[in-house]
């Protein structure tokens, strides 16, 4: 590596992070592909996700719609459409309720398995069942009004499944306390991002 006006050897660390930042498409796990076949993608949850997303069903089958999104290629199913599309639960997400402001006493404990979109529903469901409601007058009718907006919880667990390290094993976690609601997901951030920052 040059360095001013001298010549000096790389640092391992150093090489595997200009490779990995040179390469960083190629190497992304969503791009990578699997093992799984057609068979084992959910064609009735492919449709579903289709019409959800306002596309149009092509008559030429699954390989077809999967090539459109870019979910496969080369014959091979790519790991964004097993984690979107599997029928064997290819995602966890692990969710508690806590006493008080730390985790010493457990109320409630669950484990979902399922694809991403199923979770992203069940963490929000389980969040909106365990928070404090509140409740508005609206005119003559009652509105309740969970204490965290729905849509930013939602914003949360979506970006805690879209931003996960998922080469890491350890699952998407979702803590509720009595003061806070804490959503976490493996990995790290960004290369030169910082929690300060």
């Known amino acids: 590596m040059r360095v001013a006006d001298e010549d000096r050897q790389m640092s391992a660390k150093t090489l595997e992070k200009l490779i990995l ?4 498409d190629a190497l992304r796990f969503d791009t990578q592909p699997t093992a799984l076949k057609l068979r084992d993608l959910d064609a009735k949850r492919i449709r579903l996700f289709v019409g959800q997303a306002g596309l149009s069903w092509d008559n030429e089958g699954v390989q077809n719609v999967l090539e459109k999104l870019g979910v496969f290629k080369e014959g091979s199913v790519l790991q964004s459409a097993a984690l979107f599309f599997a029928k064997a639960p290819p995602a966890q997400l692990r969710c508690a309720v806590f006493a008080g402001t730390t985790s010493a006493t457990i109320l409630d404990q669950h484990d979902f398995e399922g694809t991403i979109l199923d979770l992203i529903e069940e963490a929000q469901k389980y969040i909106l069942k365990n928070i404090r409601i509140g409740m ?38 979702v803590a509720i306390y009595a003061d806070r609601v804490e959503i976490r997901n493996p990995g790290s951030l960004p290369e030169g991002l910082t929690v300060e920052r």
């Not at 930042?21 to 960083?24: A, E, G, H, P, V």
């Not at 009718?141 to 350890?170: G, K, M, Q, S, Y």
């Open 21 to 24: 930042s040179k390469n960083r």
């Open 136 to 173: 508005r007058l609206n005119g003559l009718r009652r509105e309740d009004v969970p204490e965290i907006a729905p849509e930013a919880l939602r914003e949360a667990v979506i970006n805690a499944f879209c931003h996960r390290d998922w080469r890491d094993p350890e699952s998407v976690r």
